[in-house]
Antibody
Framework: QVQLQESGPGLVKPSETLSLTCSVS?????????WGWIRQPPGKGLEWIGSIYHSGSTYYNPSLKSRVTISVDTSKNQFSLKLSSVTAADTAVYYC?????????WGQGTLVTVSS | AIQLTQSPSSLSASVGDRVTITCRAS??????LAWYQQKPGKAPKVLIY???SLERGVPSRFSGSGSGTDFTLTISSLQPEDFATYYC?????????FGQGTKLEIK
């Protein structure tokens, strides 16, 4: 059974960088699929942030592209999200996910609050 | 970016009702559309992919149809556990956008 688990700080100060890691079990990232990040502000809808292939190819949402970096560490079977220069508008539940023609596996989500 | 517009934004219905939710894309996306169900405090769960393919383990009362710009999710006979928020997502081109959601409530 494929499982994904997000980890990282739950509180980030404005202007700093949000960093999250997704640990994957039950499937080797090197075997294929795209692996991505999706967020959901409290009480609002879903926003796709970006995806990465095991080779390192990335696709980002243009609305966040200048601030986002997604990377992969196949040796640890993990992938990561960095979002720089955060503001209160970046407060959200962040999900890691396996995506291709649908998101079939999701992490449980982690709430990241941007506040001083 | 391709915009997805869901209608209605909210819907009240009763157990046993047949319900249809619509997702319209701002440009053609072939059949590259998925539908999700989300309950409070939980990650979304995929129901339908490639517009009409039922995800393994999802009850057959859920069905999807459409191609191009117009898509529908139908629940043939609502069950108590179906009251949730539903989202569509397109996979035709990056960025992979979501609809704004449809909240299905008990009448």
């Amino acid at each position: 059974q494929v499982q994904l688990q997000e980890s990282g700080p739950g509180l980030v100060k404005p202007s700093e960088t949000l960093s999250l890691t997704c640990s994957v079990s039950g499937y080797s990232i090197s075997s294929g699929y795209y692996w991505g990040w999706i967020r959901q502000p409290p009480g609002k809808g879903l926003e796709w942030i970006g995806s990465i292939y095991h080779s390192g190819s990335t696709y980002y949402n243009p609305s966040l592209k200048s601030r986002v970096t997604i990377s992969v560490d196949t040796s640890k079977n993990q992938f990561s999200l960095k979002l720089s220069s955060v503001t209160a508008a970046d407060t959200a539940v962040y999900y890691c996910a396996r995506d291709q023609n649908r998101v079939d596996y999701w992490g449980q989500g982690t709430l990241v609050t941007v506040s001083s | 970016a391709i915009q997805l517009t869901q209608s209605p934004s909210s819907l009240s219905a009763s157990v046993g009702d047949r319900v249809t939710i619509t997702c319209r894309a701002s440009q053609g996306i072939s059949s590259a559309l998925a539908w999700y169900q989300q309950k409070p405090g939980k990650a979304p769960k995929v129901l339908i992919y490639d517009a009409s393919s039922l995800e393994r383990g999802v009850p057959s009362r859920f069905s999807g149809s459409g191609s191009g710009t117009d898509f529908t999710l139908t629940i043939s006979s609502l069950q108590p556990e179906d009251f949730a928020t539903y989202y569509c997502q397109q996979f035709n081109s990056y960025p992979y956008t979501f609809g704004q959601g449809t909240k299905l409530e008990i009448k």
